[in-house]
């Protein structure tokens, strides 16, 4: 389900690092970061149409092929963490209605992240590179060097503090906005928002448009809510790429560096426009599919 949204959405993917990335000088300015000169200069669109331009269509891909191996894996867990989780928290700790879904969608949310960060690291890493200055062969390649160069095992978890603490308003936000809008469309409008389940027809489903609008729905709002800690992640992922990395060594100090030398809407929230681009239809897609395969697998 994850894996269907993300292949269609990669070209709207690697930019968002970039944008993240602004501000950048020192030894690396000389690189010809092309992509950067043209955000500044024209904002996210003109960023898009210049990457085609000077690597080719395929550019808008770079570091794709981790992103599908990881998203398997991660939208897998994070479905999957959620059912359990949200039962648990039900029969164990008695907790119901809305509530459990924010707590079992942030716990669901931080499990994926955990268990597939590493190939976000070298997603992020590759995505990065520019064309004819490639510090990074392949996947395996960006494996082998961040082991040998950054660390060890500890150098593919760089920037995952931020990550945990934005995923779980990201996700718990996610699970918890589409399940009241399900339940509350399905108690108001049950006839015009709602249709029978195809493997239980005493069960009432959204009607599969309806489900796409309150996934993006739900994507918009948690992206915008977490949206500093992933500028922050990204930061912190490209690690020694960036010229003033010993300043981002620490979640706290990356979000003071980004603050002071960037504000608000141009440091914290770069990007936010793209990355409605592609989270919103993202979640929509991923939220629709959950409840179709729920039904597919006799689960309602």
Not at 132 to 139: D, K
Not at 235 to 260: A, I, N, S
């Amino acid at each position: 389900m994850a894996a269907a949204a993300a292949a269609a959405l990669a070209p709207a993917d690697p930019p968002p690092a970039m944008p993240q990335a602004a501000g950048a000088g020192g030894p690396t300015a000389r690189r010809d970061f092309y992509w950067l000169r043209s955000f500044l200069a024209g904002g996210v669109f003109s960023a898009l149409f210049a990457v085609p331009r000077k690597e080719g269509f395929l550019g808008l891909y770079k570091g794709n092929g981790a992103m599908m191996i990881r998203i398997f894996p991660y939208g897998a867990i994070q479905f999957m963490a959620f059912e359990h989780y949200k039962t648990l928290i039900t029969t164990k700790l008695g907790v119901s209605g809305h509530v459990h879904r924010l707590m079992a969608g942030s716990m669901a949310g931080m499990t994926a992240v955990i268990c597939t960060y590493p190939l976000d690291m070298v997603r992020v890493r590759l995505a990065f590179q520019v064309k004819g200055e490639h510090t990074y062969t392949g996947i395996i390649h960006a494996f082998r060097t961040i082991y040998a160069k950054e660390g060890g095992f500890f150098g593919f978890y760089r920037g995952l503090m931020p990550t945990i603490l934005g995923m779980a308003p990201y996700a718990g936000v996610s699970f918890f906005t589409f399940g009241t809008l399900k339940s509350v469309g399905l108690s108001h409008a049950p006839t015009f928002l709602g249709r029978p389940s195809s493997d239980n027809p005493n069960v009432l489903v959204l009607k599969t448009h309806i489900n796409l609008l309150c996934g993006g729905v739900a994507g918009a709002i948690a992206q915008t809510i977490s949206y500093p800690f992933d500028v922050t992640r990204r930061r912190m992922q490209l690690g020694t790429v960036l010229p003033e990395f010993e300043k981002c060594l620490t979640m706290r100090d990356t979000m003071k560096y980004v603050y002071g030398h960037h504000g608000i809407r141009k440091g914290l929230y770069r990007g936010l426009s793209l990355n409605y681009i592609r989270c919103v239809p993202s979640q929509a897609v991923a939220f629709t599919t959950y409840e179709l395969m729920k039904q597919f697998f006799h689960l309602n």
